[in-house]
């Protein structure tokens, strides 16, 4: 319960306010940890939990172009997710310099319910030089070029955002079904026209990091269409449905296997190891024996790639040498 005052107290709590002894209120700037801001004329569409599910649904995307530029670069390279916001595109357009690189994607959903919805992906345009810089042979150096791309500068990051393309639609799929395209290059930031002023968007924005330099790059996308695929998957099918739908891990897996069946390996059989001197071997001639040290039926090594894998018995099949596979060393 609340102290009450007494009349004396009172009158001398007046008189300290008229002669200034009382300390003012505590203004707002002296609790910053406080205060929030909150814009009413955007409210948020998006609740934390939401964007944590975002975060992880592109963390594979980011792992995969940390593999692709450490590869393209011929350096080491990290991309991490530094930050996701809400924003109208108007204020993002606004903020892009006239020379840019801005790959705009289209995604089309398998699924009916959902309608297709455009993508930007953007890069600075001092990365993109750097990237055609190393994609050609040259020191790596950070250059900022006062001019626009060539046609064949054009054309090899035209192959860039193709390659980020496929691993955006690959960590997309790992989630959510959908089929995404790169529809064309855009490098003037002024010219951008995907969406209208007052659309809201989600900016993912990823840091870049490598020894000679460091970019940022943002892959917008509109927050209608987000907002229904993110309510439809829920949290349930977002942690769980990798793990229960054994039938799609099957098809992966399937799939992965058919693409490395094609690939060639050497096997190599070894009748036995052995040491002779210099002299010896510079002795030897046509029709020579040379004794081994394991007897003729027993089991030689067959290795895989440099690597041991099976132990085989010698023999032959129509007049030709075989080998016949009797154990396995895996």
């Known amino acids: 319960m609340a102290e009450t005052l007494s009349q004396s107290q009172i009158d001398e709590l007046l008189n300290r306010m008229r002669s200034g002894d009382v300390d003012d209120a505590p203004k707002p700037e002296e609790n910053p940890d406080k205060i929030k801001e909150y814009d009413f004329s955007l409210p948020k569409k998006f609740t934390r939990d939401q964007l944590k599910m975002l975060r992880s649904l592109n963390e594979t995307f980011s792992r995969q172009l940390s593999s692709y530029f450490t590869s393209t670069l011929r350096d080491v390279c990290e991309v991490s997710i530094s930050q996701i916001e809400e924003q109208r595109y108007g204020e993002f357009s606004n903020s892009l310099p006239e020379n840019v690189l801005v790959g705009l994607l289209s995604c089309t959903p398998t699924s009916k319910d959902f309608d297709e919805m455009p993508l930007l ?4 345009s001092s990365f993109g030089f ?7 042979g040259g020191s790596g150096v950070p250059v900022m070029p006062e001019r626009e791309y060539t046609d064949v500068e054009l054309t090899l990051l035209h192959s860039v ?12 799929n790992n989630f959510f079904e959908s089929d995404i395209r790169l529809q064309e290059i855009e490098t003037n930031g002024k010219m951008l026209q995907t969406f209208s002023p007052q659309d809201i968007i989600v900016i993912l ?5 490598s020894p000679l330099a460091d970019s940022t790059a943002n892959l917008c996308i509109p927050a209608n269409n ?3 695929i993110i309510n439809s998957l829920g949290i349930k099918y977002m942690y769980n449905e990798r793990q229960t739908d054994t039938e799609k891990i099957k098809m992966r897996r399937d799939a992965l296997f058919t693409s490395l ?12 190891h052995f040491q002779m001197t210099l002299q010896d071997i510079l002795r030897l001639q046509v029709n020579d024996v040379v004794q081994l040290n394991q007897r003729i039926d027993e089991d030689v090594r067959v290795d895989v ?7 085989a018995r010698l023999g032959e099949v129509e ?3 075989a080998l016949k596979l009797v154990d396995s060393k895996k």
């Open 319 to 321: 007049e030709h040498k």
């Open 121 to 124: 992906l953007e890069f600075t």
């Open 226 to 228: 987000l907002e229904e």
């Open 305 to 311: 790639d440099g690597k041991p894998w099976f132990s």
């Open 261 to 272: 069946q094609p690939g060639k390996l050497e096997m190599t059989a070894y009748l036995d």
């Open 161 to 172: 955002l193709q390659k980020i393309t496929d691993d955006l639609q690959i960590a997309w």
């Open 130 to 136: 750097y990237l055609v810089e190393r994609m050609l």
């Open 205 to 209: 924005t990823m840091e870049i990091k």
